[in-house]
């Protein structure tokens, strides 16, 4: 067998990575990938000169050229392997995409921005048993504390009326809120606030799922602790 029957020989050898899945289906006649196949034909062509400028005296061995084969059949089929699962990432994403459609106008618990648009919103605060002085702070999305006003230590829920640290209305916007935790003046530490924002749209990219609530807050899809139906 000389280098022109090799060449032809490979090139006719079956797909045995055994990858298939749902996405066979899907592609049906789809050419193979430009890059895996100018990568082939350039390692043929090398494999080739190779073997027609072999020295004569000392000719390559049949195991030398096996495992160049080899070589390269396991490098071209990790590459496929690599693009199957490429697929079903997007595959699953679109599938996340359906589950996360569900939620639409339900309320999702976070601990992240709040949308405040004038009315007021119920706060869920972190609890700390052994303070007996909370503060709620609220930050604007410059990151400035605008407002802070102690709220009764154990409250499970808090009615919010966006108030800044003046006592006036704070125009509508997103606010970061936490609450800070002392025992006898000492500061224990501080601690998230969730509350409700009702979901009004699934996203989907490049970096996750994410979910836009009212108000424009904008989170990730794991960033929620739970659904509830809307009032």
């Given at each position: ?21 749902p ?13 895996i ?18 020295d ?11 495992v ?27 599938l ?6 569900a ?37 604007d999305a410059?990151g ?8 009764i230590?154990g409250?499970e ?11 006036a ?26 509350s ?7 996203q ?16 990730d ?11």
């Amino acid at each position: 067998m000389d280098a022109t029957d090799i060449a032809s020989w490979y090139r006719v050898q079956p797909d045995t990575s055994g990858a298939s899945g749902p996405g066979d289906a899907r592609r049906g006649g789809r050419e193979e990938a430009p890059g895996i196949s100018s990568d082939f034909d350039t390692f043929l062509k090398m494999l080739t000169t190779q073997m027609q400028n072999q020295d004569p005296l000392n000719p390559m061995e049949s195991t030398d050229f096996a495992v160049q084969l080899a070589t390269f059949s396991g490098v071209e089929q990790q590459t496929r392997t690599n693009q199957l699962l490429q697929g079903l990432e997007g595959q699953f994403a679109l599938l996340g995409m359906a589950q996360l459609a569900a939620w639409v106008g339900q309320e999702a618990r976070h601990a992240g921005p709040v949308g405040f648009g004038g009315d007021p919103v119920t706060l869920l605060p972190g609890q700390n048993p052994q303070a007996d002085r909370t503060v709620l702070v609220v930050t604007d999305a410059a990151g400035t504390v605008v407002g802070r006003e102690d709220i009764i230590p154990g409250t499970e829920e808090f009615l919010w009326e966006g108030q800044s640290i003046t006592g006036a209305p704070l125009p509508p916007g997103q606010y970061r809120l936490s609450v800070e935790q002392y025992r006898e003046g000492a500061f224990l530490g501080s601690g998230p606030v969730e509350s409700y924002g009702r979901i009004l749209e699934a996203q989907g990219g490049a970096g996750g799922n994410r979910l836009v609530l009212a108000g424009g807050v904008t989170l990730d899809a794991t960033e929620i602790t739970a659904l509830r139906m809307a009032p």
